[in-house]
């Protein structure tokens, strides 16, 4: 035990010393937030409304006279905007330019296994993928990035993800004017080289921890506001770090939303966390000609020791009105799981292993009744990870026995779980079966997933999960 202390606190603190972490001060807000343009559907003779995503290689200036090579999806860098309503039945073409093969995996999308577009989905260069499915889930702001096992962070880093915003009657009580009173922000920390390139030196504990701040692929960024309320949806599409939001000048504002869906009703917060791959919407309200600095804080160690000023924001001299949020926001009933659910156990260990096992392509680790309800515990032995689901959507019961963080109510798809924790989630399942392609469940911090922190499981008919063979005989 005493040698396993040793090794975690080498670790602990190899990982501390490669964290450049500050930026603070060093902006001068100079570029106009970039907005991810809106793809538009063309529509099929049922309705069906038809998006093309084309991956591909290009380069971009982020820093003022240099140059990048990026990787992006119909662009240079990120991705477009993909927005639909609950209902909507939808497809896609996902043309892979690359010159390598990839994956697009629709992280927190309620889906038919084989349209999720993980590691089992692989595009190989110069194919088209193209699958399609009705959107069957409350409204969420999700997103899409590559998926491919053991090159998803390289893949990510590059710059291949995009917001997947999906409405419903609840979601429309709120600032939904997309680029106007409704933002998408997509926080990305990068290290530079100094010719200007992505440096890809990830040896931290961690992975790659960058010293720079991208929000929507801008460097330095501004942004003026010319509501009195405006809806920011965040997602931290970065491969490692950890941010703690928050405005310099102590504002509070109201979450509204987590990863899968919105909150019962508001709360009114000064900060929130949101480790890779989850996101939160917040409504801040702003008054004429004010200015203010969303930041990110120092808060504990590892992946969310850094410091960071992120997007100035200005507001016009003269600001529309938006709707108040008044009364409940979500309809959808909190996730409950029966007094007798199953509960299953996964241990996170100090070599990235879960159940001391790493991920293998052809084995099935669990099999779980489609639209089942279970608890999952999770217990963290090792250093900073977090957990996230495919194919469903969770609500933190308690963390070390305690009430979740205010932050981390409502629905969810992505935890983080601090070294030395247990989290115990209630867990909503998709409605679908099938017994050829599996669905993941990993560390999102994506060194840690590459390094096989992944495992599999199936979503079988209820009552025949005995009968299920846990190898795939033919693993795509
Ligand atoms: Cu964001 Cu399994 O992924
Ligand atoms: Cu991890």
Redesign the pocket.
């Known amino acids: 035990l005493f040698l396993l202390l040793c090794i975690f606190v080498v670790l602990a603190l190899a990982g501390c010393g490669n964290v450049k972490s500050t930026n603070v001060g060093n902006l001068k807000f100079e570029n106009p937030l970039k907005i991810p343009e809106l793809l538009e559907p063309t529509l099929e003779p049922d309705g069906t409304k038809h998006f093309t995503l084309t991956m591909m290689q290009g380069t971009t200036e982020f820093l003022e006279g240099k140059t990048t090579d990026t990787w992006g999806i119909n662009g240079s860098y990120l991705g477009p905007t993909v927005r639909v309503s609950r209902g909507d039945k939808v497809s896609f073409d996902v043309i892979n330019q690359l010159g390598e093969t990839s994956t697009l995996?629709w992280?927190?999308m309620m889906l038919p296994p084989e349209m999720d577009g993980?590691p089992h989905q692989m595009i190989e260069a110069g194919k088209t993928w193209s699958p399609h499915w009705k959107i069957d889930q409350p409204s969420a702001t999700t997103?899409f990035?590559p998926?491919l096992h053991g090159n998803?962070a390289q893949h990510v880093y590059r710059g291949l993800a995009g917001m997947f915003i999906i409405d419903d009657e609840d979601s429309k009580k709120l600032p939904s004017n997309y680029g106007v009173d409704d933002i998408p922000l997509i926080v990305q920390d990068k290290l530079f080289t100094s010719d200007g390139q992505f440096s890809e030196d990830d040896d931290t504990t961690f992975g790659i921890l960058g010293d720079e701040i991208l929000v929507n692929g801008t460097h330095d960024p501004f942004l003026e506001v010319t509501s009195s309320q405006v809806r920011f949806r965040l997602l931290n599409g970065s491969n490692a770090r950890a941010y703690t939001f928050g405005f310099t000048d102590e504002r509070s504002f109201q979450l509204v939303a987590n990863d899968a869906g919105l909150l019962q009703e508001p709360v009114t917060l000064e900060r929130f966390m949101l480790s890779p791959?989850e996101r939160a919407e917040i409504v801040v309200s702003f008054e004429p000609g004010e200015e203010t600095i969303l930041h990110s804080y120092k808060n504990g160690t590892g992946i969310a020791s850094g410091e960071f000023d992120l997007l100035k924001i200005v507001a016009a001299s003269e600001l529309s009105e938006s709707k108040q949020i008044e009364g409940q926001l979500s309809s959808v009933e909190p996730i409950e799981v029966p007094a007798d659910a199953k509960v299953r156990q996964f241990r996170l260990s100090m070599d990235n292993k879960i159940n001391d096992k790493s991920m293998d392509m052809s084995r099935i680790d669990e099999v779980v009744p489609a639209g089942g309800k279970e608890i999952w515990e999770i217990r963290n032995f090792g250093s900073e990870h977090n957990f996230?689901i495919?194919d469903a959507a969770f609500r933190v019961l308690d963390v070390n026995g305690k009430e979740p963080q205010e932050y981390e109510r409502g629905r969810k798809d992505?935890v983080f779980v601090p070294h030395g924790a247990t989290v115990r989630l209630a867990v909503e399942f998709g409605n679908y079966t099938d017994l050829k392609y599996p669905l993941?469940?990993?560390c999102?911090l994506l060194k840690h997933?590459d390094d096989g922190m992944?495992g599999q499981f199936l979503l079988v008919e209820p009552g025949t999960e005995s009968q299920v063979p846990m190898q795939l005989t033919e693993v795509s």
């Open positions: 995996h992280h927190g993980g997103w990035h998926h998803t791959g996230h495919h992505t993941m469940y990993h999102h997933e992944m």
